[in-house]
C-alpha cells in the first residue's frame, strides 16, 4: 500500500538557476545562497534531504562570467571564482560583496569559515558551555552548510541512503544581512511550522513514580494555587518498568502499568477536562517484547507468529514495522487521550542502514503523524541537525544542576536562531546532580519564563523538586509570580509564533541581528532579543551577597528603553550592567513598543483567548502591533487586530479584527497601562462614543480599563498630546537599594549623601569614587544614577 506520510517538498531547482559541467553542478538558490555539487560520475541528487527540502526558488539575477578558463558567478551579494576542476583550495572561491573587506569574507573550498555557530544534539549531562554545530551566519559574511552525508527522500516520501558521502555544500554568502540569510536557510530547508498555542503556556514534568492520585492531587493544588500548567508530561514510570531481566531493560515500554494508574482514559480525560495537554515518555530503542499488551496485534500486523514470544526489534528503516509502530503501538495510547510523545531517543545516530540517523526518522515521522486531520502538530525530541526546526520542540536533555547550566542556556538558545531552530525546551531547574540553591531555581524559573517553552522537569530523585511550595515563601511567592506570568504572555508569544513561520524570524534571536555592525552586540551572551518588542537580558550567577543583587551585562542600543517590570527609564547607545534582587530580571521594551498579555492577574490551564487583554504601552514612539489568534487548525483563517499607538497625539487604537472575527470573543476587556508614566485625565471611545474608563496610577505607571468593547468597533484610548515618560525617581531608588543593602550604616549615609547632593552627575560620581566602593555596590548605585542622562535627584 502507498506509504502514508509525505514531506510536502519541490527539491528540484529551476534549469534557469543551473550552471553546469561534465563533474560539477552549482545551483544560484538565492541572490546570496548557492549550491555547490561535484560528482566524478556526473550524477547529481535532485530528491529532497534531510537539510534541502525545496530548490525549485525563484530564479535570481546573476551573471555567469568565463576568462582564462575560470569560471565566475556574480550576483549583488557575492562573485564565485571556480577553475572547473575537482574543487579544491585553490580552484574554488567565493568572495562576499557589498561592505565587507575582511580577509575571511572570502571563502575558499576546505576551508572553515569563522561561524557565530548554530546548535548542538543534545546538553544531556553538560555542566557549562558546549560546542556548537554550525549556523549560516558569520561575522565574516559567508557560512557553509554540508549537506554531503545526509540521506535522502524519495517521491513516495521514504528514505534512502545510496547518495551518502556526495559533495554537496550550501554556501550562505550573505555578508551582515543575518535576517536575509535565516529567511533563505527557511526557503530551502522549509519554514518553521506554527506550535500549537497550548506549547506556548507552562509544561510540569517530573521523572517520578507518580499514581493516579497523587497525580490528581498535584494537579488540584497547582489550580488552587493558582499556578497554570498547559500541558501534562508524564515520564517513563506510566509504563511497566519493573520487567523480567529475560526481556532486558525496562526504559522502553508501552503497556500502562495499572498499580500505578489502574484506569488511564479516565485519568486523561480529567487532565482534558481541566485544560491540559499529555505528552508521555517513550525510549523506543528496545523493540516490543513479549510482555506488552500490544505484542500480539504487532507480531500479527508484521506477519509473526505471537506465540514464539520474539521480541521484534526496532527497526525504523524498515517501513513495515514503522507503519506498525504507529497503528499499533501508539494509536490506541491516542484514543485513551495522548496529545504528542516525548520521544527520549539516547541510542545514538546509527540504524540497520548505514547513514540513515534513528533521530531524524523518528523526529520526521512522529511529526507527520501528529499532523493528520488538518491539526497543528507537535513532538517533542532532541535536534538532529539542520532542517530540524521543521520538527518541534526540541528537548535539549539532562543537564547538571548548577549556575554553569544555566548560564550557558541564554547563549543557547539564541544562538540556535541562526540554524533555524527556535523552539528549544530545557529542563528547567535543572535535572540532576548539583546541590540545591534556591536562587538558582529561581533565576532558572525567571529565564524559562522568557524563553521558547517553559518546562519544569527533574530526575528521579525525592529531593529534587519543582513544586513552587516546597521552596521558601518568598522564593514560591517569585516563582509562582513568574509561572503566571509566562501565561499571561501567551498572546504575545502566539503572535511571535506566527512570525516565526510567515516572516523566518525566530521568539529568541541574539542581539547581533538587530546590529550587525556594532561590536558590543557579540559580547552580551546572557541578552536576546524575545519577539518584536522585547529584549531580555537573564541573570546567571549568584547575587552579590552585601548588595543582595544579581548582575548582568546588558548592551542597549540607541534609543530609551523601559524596564517593564521597574519602569526604570535607560538611555541607550552603551553597555551596562543591570542589577536586580530576586524578585525579577530586566526586560526591556523600547519607546514605542507595544505589548499584549492575558489581562486575568491569574490565568487559567488552558491558554484561551482572553476575553480581558492588557497592552503594555511604551511611550515616546510612535508603535505598531498586530496581534494574531487563531482556531489551532492548518487551515482556517487567524483573527487580527491591529493596535497603534501615535506619539504626536497620545493617542491608542485598536482596530477592529480582520478576519476569522469568530475565533475571538464577541467583546472584550481592554486595559491599557502605559510604564514609567503618569498620565493626566484619559479618555476612552469606542467607535467615535465616549466609553466609561476605569484609571488608575500604581506608583510609576497608569492603567486605563474599558468594559465590553465589541472587537468589530474601534476602540481609542487618548492621554494627552506628545506624552513623556517620567523621570527616574533616583534618590527613592537609591535609598531602597542602600536601606537593604548588608553594609555599614555610615557607608549607607555617605553614599547617599554623595549621590544625591548638589551639582551634575559627573560631580557626583566624583564623590563616591572618593568613597572606595567595592565594585557591586559602586557599580548598582552608577546604574540607577547613570539610566537617564538629563536625571536629577528629586
Known sequence: MPFPYRLGCDPTADPAAVVRGDRYRITVLTDGLLRLEYADDGVFEDRASTFAVHRRLPVPDFRVLESGGHLEIVTSRFRLTYDRGRFSTSGLSVAVRGGITAYHSVWRFGQEPPNLGGTARTLDNTDGPIPLEPGVISRAGVAVI???????????????????????????????????????????????????????????????????????????????QGIPFSVSVVDMDWHLTDVDPAHGSGWTGYTWNRELFPDPEKLLDWLHDNGLRVTLNVHPADGVRAFEEAYPAMAAALGRDPADGEPIAFDVTDREFLAAYFEVLHRGLERDGVDFWWLDWQSGPYSRVAGIDPLWMLNHFHYLDNARDGRRALTFSRYAGPGSHRYPVGFSGDTVISWASLAFQPHFTATASNIGYGWWSHDIGGHFFGTRDDELAVRWVQFGAFSPILRLHSAKNPFITKEPWSFPAHVEQVMTAFLRLRHRLVPYLHTMNHRAAADGLPLVLPMYYRSPGADEAYQVPNQYQFGTELVVAAITEPA???????????????????????????????????????????????????????????????????????????????????????????????????????????????????????????????????????????????????????????????????????????????????????????????????????????????????????????????????????????????????????????
Open 544 to 794: 552579590d551577597r552585601r548588595t543582595g543583587l544579581g548582575r548582568v551585562k546588558a548592551w542597549l542600543p540607541e534609543g530609551t528603553w523601559v524596564d517593564v517590570f521597574t519602569d526604570l527609564v535607560y538611555d541607550g547607545g552603551r553597555t551596562i550592567h543591570l542589577h536586580r534582587d530576586l524578585t525579577g530580571i530586566p526586560v526591556l521594551a523600547p519607546a514605542g513598543a507595544i505589548v499584549v498579555l492575558d489581562g486575568a492577574a491569574v490565568p487559567g490551564n488552558a491558554p484561551v483567548h482572553p476575553g480581558h487583554l492588557e497592552l503594555l504601552v511604551v511611550a515616546g514612539a510612535d508603535g505598531a502591533f498586530e496581534l494574531i489568534e487563531d482556531d489551532g487548525t492548518t487551515t482556517g483563517d487567524p483573527a487580527r487586530t491591529r493596535i497603534g499607538f501615535h506619539q504626536d497625539d497620545g493617542t491608542l487604537v485598536v482596530e477592529p479584527v480582520r478576519g476569522a472575527a469568530g475565533v475571538v470573543p464577541a467583546a472584550r476587556r481592554w486595559t491599557v497601562t502605559f510604564p514609567a508614566l503618569l498620565a493626566g485625565d484619559p479618555v476612552a471611545t469606542a467607535d467615535g462614543v465616549p466609553v466609561p474608563a476605569q484609571v488608575t496610577r500604581d506608583g510609576t505607571r497608569t492603567s486605563i480599563t474599558v468594559d465590553d468593547v465589541p472587537v468589530i468597533a474601534t476602540l481609542r484610548v487618548e492621554i494627552g498630546a506628545g506624552p513623556r515618560l517620567g523621570r527616574n525617581d533616583v534618590a527613592g531608588r537609591l535609598f531602597t537599594l542602600l536601606d537593604r543593602a548588608q553594609i555599614e550604616y555610615r557607608t549607607k549615609t555617605l553614599v547617599l549623601e554623595a549621590a544625591t547632593g548638589p551639582g551634575p552627575v559627573a560631580l557626583r560620581l566624583s564623590r563616591l569614587q572618593a568613597l572606595d566602593l567595592d565594585r557591586e555596590l559602586a557599580g548598582a548605585v552608577g546604574e540607577i544614577l547613570l539610566a537617564r542622562a538629563d536625571d536629577v535627584p528629586l
Open 146 to 224: 554540508d549537506d554531503s552525508s545526509s540521506f535522502v527522500f524519495d517521491d513516495e516520501g521514504w528514505v534512502a541512503a545510496d547518495s551518502i558521502d556526495r559533495t554537496d555544500l550550501y554556501v550562505f554568502a550573505y555578508g551582515h544581512d543575518y535576517t536575509a540569510a535565516l529567511r533563505a536557510l527557511y526557503a530551502v530547508s522549509g519554514p518553521v511550522p506554527v506550535v500549537p498555542r497550548f506549547a506556548l503556556g507552562n509544561w510540569w514534568s517530573r521523572h517520578h513514580r507518580y499514581t493516579t492520585e497523587s497525580y490528581l492531587a498535584l494537579m488540584t493544588r497547582f489550580r488552587q
